[in-house]
């Protein structure tokens, strides 16, 4: 069993000491191994011994993406590379590469924090759990392997790709839990309609979500193609990858964080101050008990909001919200802020189109550009082009009278845009830099 009601089902003061000990056991750990981090920890006023009181976490200093990238690839690793079993990084399509180290203790952490996200999306010991995230150095793979081995299911570590195989064995084995990010979900959903093996005649019932942003209109679309419920999941490579919050299958409405292994604060992006409870900012998060590269206060960049009331499933955990976007990927199309996860949403009110598009912005002049290619469904398709541009102009209408931007719409073909098996590109900004 890996429901680990001591710490998921928790008081809040009890947590909130067993947070404060932590914390401060790792402020140590920091000031002695990381001397970057002594350095920040003296700049900040703060003694090795740490703070007194959790409310005294803001005047922790901060950690940001360049901290990382800046000390690439070992200078923040606090332990010798002998005690270091395992490296991941992340995918580093936006520069260096981001270093994941873990101890054997970090490892055993991160499989505990895996598998209490596979148990809460109901998979059991006689589940068939197929891994369709990428084994490798993505962490995706590892961490559900991971944790789904705890709970004793029975793992399938298919990996991403080659979708027809996936649909193969998935009607073979009999797979009843399926885990890979939410695009890929719909390319294996569309791939088995295709080949008339709809997934929804499978005996998946559920699947397990995240790695990237999408949203309920997505979600509603994957539960409808595949018939399935499907749970939410949240990590990054910088925190130890997935398994830092989770949805539970009671609930499905906001993610458990893992409280005892990670402090979560929502800061003001522009301030740097923190907000209370409900308000939607930047997701902060320190790691309290790593040991190869915990991190104080990262700076995530995704932007949610917290809540703490009592959940349906029993835990106290307090639950992240749905990601609504990073601060680094909203765009600012003639000074109106717009997320790509706003149009997607839209989409779904449109049934002549897929939610298959790719956003692409160019600056015109002194303007910018907002290009939107969404695919057509098939019958809309071959009604000709009347039909297409009528389409394309109620869509245009559409995020114009919610968003208030005009937006070029463009109906591509079916099955023209590629297809995700990780993570979806959703967005090339050409707009000079
Ligand atoms: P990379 O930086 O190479 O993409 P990561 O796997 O570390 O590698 O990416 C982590 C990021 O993925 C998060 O900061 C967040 O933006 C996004 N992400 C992860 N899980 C979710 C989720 N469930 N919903 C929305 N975004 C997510
Ligand atoms: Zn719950």
Known sequence: MAWNKEFECMSLDDLQRFQLKKLNETISWLYEKVPPYRKKLDDAGIKPEGIKSLEKMQELPFTVKADLTGNYPFGLCAVPLKEVVRLHASSGTTGKPVTGPYTADDLEQWTECMARLVWAAGVREEDIFQNAFGHGLFTGGMGHHQGATRIGCTVVPTSSGMTERQILLMKDFGTTAIGCTPSYALTIAERAEEIGMPVKDLRVR???FGAEPWTLAMRSEIEERMGIKATNNYGLTELGGPGVAFE?????DGMHINEDHFIAE????????PLPLGEKGEL??????R?????LRFRTKDITSLTREKCPCGRTLVKMGRIVGRTDDMLIINGVNVFPS?????????????????????KKKHLDELNLKVEARREVYEAGPEKIAEIAKKIDDYIKGIMGIRVLVELAAPKTLKRSEGKAVRVIDERPK
């Open 206 to 208: 559920v699947g397990l």
């Open 248 to 252: 539970c299958v009671e609930a499905r």
């Open 266 to 273: 929502i800061i003001d992006p522009i301030t740097l101050q």
């Open 284 to 289: 902060v998060l320190t790691a309290v008990q």
């Open 291 to 295: 040991r190869a590269m915990p991190l």
């Open 342 to 362: 706003q149009i997607e949403s839209l989409l779904k009110d449109i049934p002549e189109v897929e939610i298959q598009y790719l956003i692409v912005v160019r």
